[in-house]
């Protein structure tokens, strides 16, 4: 008898139906993954295990744990299941857990609430929490989350859902937060757990090399169904249904992005140091700084694809605002085909012949002005466009949009589409050079290769030069003729795309790259 | 957390220094000549000189200051110059009807909201939240100098069970405290219903919380999880409420204390006013203000004892 | 959500009419003295009764309410046409001394209750209706200075100024033409929640003699002279406290209801 079984479940959250009969089962020691884009049903899903739905949600169908229905269970019979039974690990490390309870506290709660005495429970949490890897000499459980890293709470997460060794164990986007060293270790602790307690997992994720790393079985979803499902190997081998075909080849897509002709150099950084304060220790103690970036060189030639690629907190983020003029760098010089970028100055010129993509398609536009203004707002920097309406109307058109758009309010567009807004409005002064800050991570796979077809094919198209800052080594990949890899404030290696990705020499370069999950090589050949 | 609270005291002392400065300006330099101000148009020149010299305003004004602010730092508010007594210990025993009774109204307000406030927020959207709700929207549009005259006609005149007002004195407690209970109560209702508002939404918010999620997944009951994970984080906003309600508390403290005929500072400040008496009235609006600056470092002290995020930083 | 809005707007529409309808028409005229028809219960002739003087209580409290509405009506403004620009400017100046000063000062205003500055003017200048709009308004500034910060601040993490810095625009600008429209709401819904304060405390700043003096006629000093008069004539004191609840209740469900319709998200403070 499997540990788990789904039995057409369907999901009604007031008058919308959002499950429509999901069946799936999970054997003891079993690891299922439950795949598919943003508003597939997954999560849903998993809560509908946990009984958190909520309110106003009204499950029908089966769930069996060990052969009992939950969703006949009573809310207080549910309480007893929960943590007991099954645990559940979430996507936000940093918001996941009570900001002013110690840690070791949160685990024992697992225990104390299911009616283990508190020292016992103090004492099994401390050990759970040096089983999923805090060792409690660097991390005892009496530190509070703000004290440690998302990958730190992402296994002190872990410890609260394992702390009572339950019989099934739900992960939500586990490692999604997570940078990408970090995420392999997560998963590795993921599978150590499995192994051990001989539980089953339902690994929630949206990301395929994830899967193929990790998973037994597989099932994708679309739309309130799953669609396909079946040992992991097999499904990757097969790909019966069109949907997980397209996912698979958005995962691994490649844009086209033609032949790398650059002339002249056009942005050029040298030695940037950027500080930041850090607060007092005492009223009249001396200023402490960080120092973010440290001493960066970097070169980005007319018409040049170049990436940069780092972790969360090596300083790119602070070395882009320098870059972009938002923030001043301590010490280096920027310039812009020759000319200085210097924060808060209003050197028109220069802010036309440079403009950017943020990361937030929701967070972009001001919720308050139609597309046209949204996308002229960078317009009156630029005297040589006489026409603004057509030019607003050609960038829409560029970017895939209509120019009836321009009427539209940008609460009528999705995500996708708002980013290529985003874009429209980056090219509306015509710049030399656009910066794609995270401009993709938001997105789902899908959508996320149709925008890097649109960058590669304006960089074909009209020379366009850009720096593309992400996270995810494989869309970097796919997009940059040139890579940089930033850690700890510094480019510790600066290469061609197809060099770096093939021999990378840097030892951080190499852990970056064994640490990426990876599509099955079958697929990355047919895409 | 030694270095967050020794950064609090010097922004305490900081704040009294700039507030007491400001005082002074306004009490002593704004109105000219204060001694002729406070004996008013029928006044002598050679009694207007007289008190010029008994306040000391032939000092230069910086030298004035320095000696007025010392000599609060010391326990020297200056001779008041229509009772003929220091103002220190006029002050002192005005206060110990004022601020006993602002505590107690502040402890019965706390009392009142913190049930309400979690019992609305459990039920939220049902009966029992509708109900509290319309409770306290009508308890903070209440004016609670209005609010005693009802109690005061309710309970002392038609019903008996307190006196309408005056004050025994500390030597008889029991008798002291009913008296300042109905001022009290009157306090505190309207504050009761900002602050079981302000529970009620703070401890909503957190519900939505990611880590009221976990915990629910770890077994607890809505409840509970609400009790053991929303209220402390639900405590930092309502800190925030409670250290100003004190200070709206002293404030209202000092009406209410008209309504009742008590002897606090409400009386001796509104005597001082109608006689000119600034040296009361700038030693009075001192310590109300000290009092305010008092209870906001207190306050930032019990936001690093609920939120450990806070000892760390500044 | 209307089912505050509606009774709210009606509520405060009723008594901006009083007022304004107590220029041109009152039911009985409230400068004239009648001993002989002193402390008459509500009747035909007076509705609401007449109070120790004989004069009509409703015409009070109509004219009455022009004080309290001026009073509070001025007060906000002086608390948003200082506190608003300050707020914005603070957090346009974040990370900078400039920040620090402005949010110290406003901590030192805030140290200062509405009566405390009321006290300080009236004992140098003299009562009168005046202090009580000084007094209010004064308090009201670091309610609106650090309201707009803080929503300020969360806009300018946004992405969207991020944009606007990009096409090249300046701090002022940015404020003008993003933060505030995208605050105005917030705003909106505050100030209802201050008039409805300082309705409040104009009455509580009357009562104690700080506020109006006579012959100008205040919801607060009515019920002053009303005190002493409980035991006898109880309707004295409590038409003109119902006025108070009444108006203050309209004003908070309309806060309220406002906010239902404009943004349920908005977060306005009530202190």
Redesign the interface.
Known sequence: MSLLSVETLTLRIGAKEVLHGVSLGLDPGEILALTGESGSGKSMTAFSV?G?LPQGAVPAGAIRLDGTDLLRLS??EM??????AM??V?Q?PM???????RIGDQVA??LR??GTPRAEAEARAAETLARVGLDPERIPPSR?P??LSGGQRQRV?IA??VALRPRLLIADEPTTALDVTTQARILDLLKRLVREDGMGLLLITHDLAVVHGIADRLAVMQGGRIVETGPTAGVFAEMRHPYTRQLFAASAHRAELGPRVTHGPLLEARGVVRDYPL?????FAKRDSHRAVKGVDLDIRRGERVGLVGESGCGKSTLTRALLGLEPPTAGTITLGGAPVRAGAKDRHLRRRMQAVFQDPYGSFDPRHSVGRLVAEPLHLADNIPDREARVSEVLEAVGLSPDDAAKSIHAFSGGQRQRIAIARALVTRPDLVVFDEAVSALDVRVRAGILDLIARLSREEGLAYLFISHDLSVVRGICDRVMVMKAGEIVEDRVAEDLFAAPEHPYTRELLAAAPVLPEREREAS | ML?YA??RL??LA??LA??SL??FL??EV??GDPAA?MLGTGAQPDTIEALRSELGLDQPRLERYLSWAGGMLTGDFGTSYTYRAPVAQMVADRLWVSLPLALYALALSTLLAFPAGLYAAARRGRAGDVAVMGAT??G???????FA??L??LFA?NLGWFGAGGFPGWEQPLAAIKALTLPAVALALPQAA?LA??LRSALIDILG???I??????????F?ALW??GL??ALIPVLT?VG??F??L???A??IE??FFLPGL?RL??Q??SQ?D?IV?ES??ML??FA??LV?FLTDLAYAW????LR??? | MTFRLLPGAVLTAIVVLAALISYVWTPGDVASVDIAAKLQSPSAAHWLGTDQLGRDILSMIMVGARTSIAVALVAVGIGMGVGVPLGLAAAALRDTWLDDVIM?GN??V???????IA??I???AGPGALNAIIAIGIFNIPVFARLTRGAALSLWSRDFILAARMAGKGAPRISAEHILPNIANLLIVQGTIQF?LGI?AE??LS???LGAQPPVPSW?RM??E??TL??IA?HV??M??LA???T??GL??LGDGLRDVLDPRLRAV??
Request: charged share 15%; with cysteine; aromatic share 8%.
């Open positions: 946990m958190l809310e207080r309480c007893r299941f929960r943590g007991q645990g559940m979430f936000e918001t996941a857990l009570n900001p002013v309870q709660e697992t609430v299911h509070y703000h004290e997460g609260m859902a607060p007092r220790p005492h009223p | 270095t020794l950064r010097v922004s900081l704040s700039v507030a400001v005082i306004v009490v704004a109105p101000y929207q009508l903070i549009a209440i004016p609670n100098f209005w005259m009802l005061v006609l005149i900002i508002r302000v919380e990611d880590f999620r976990t915990a629910r997944a770890k077994g607890l009951t809505r509970e053991r994970h402390r984080n409420i100003l309600q200070s709206f002293l404030a209202g000092i009406i008209q309504v409400g400040i509104f001082a006013i000119r600034l009235v009075v609006v109300l203000v305010v600056i906001t609920v939120d450990p995020r760390r930083r500044a | 110290r901590d030192l805030f140290a200062f209750p509405s009566l405390v006290i300080l009236t004992a140098i409805s409040l009455a509580g009562y104690v003699g607060g019920l002053a009303a005190q409980v035991s109880p004191a409590l003109p406290g108070i609840v009444l203050v209740l908070n469900l009530r202190t």
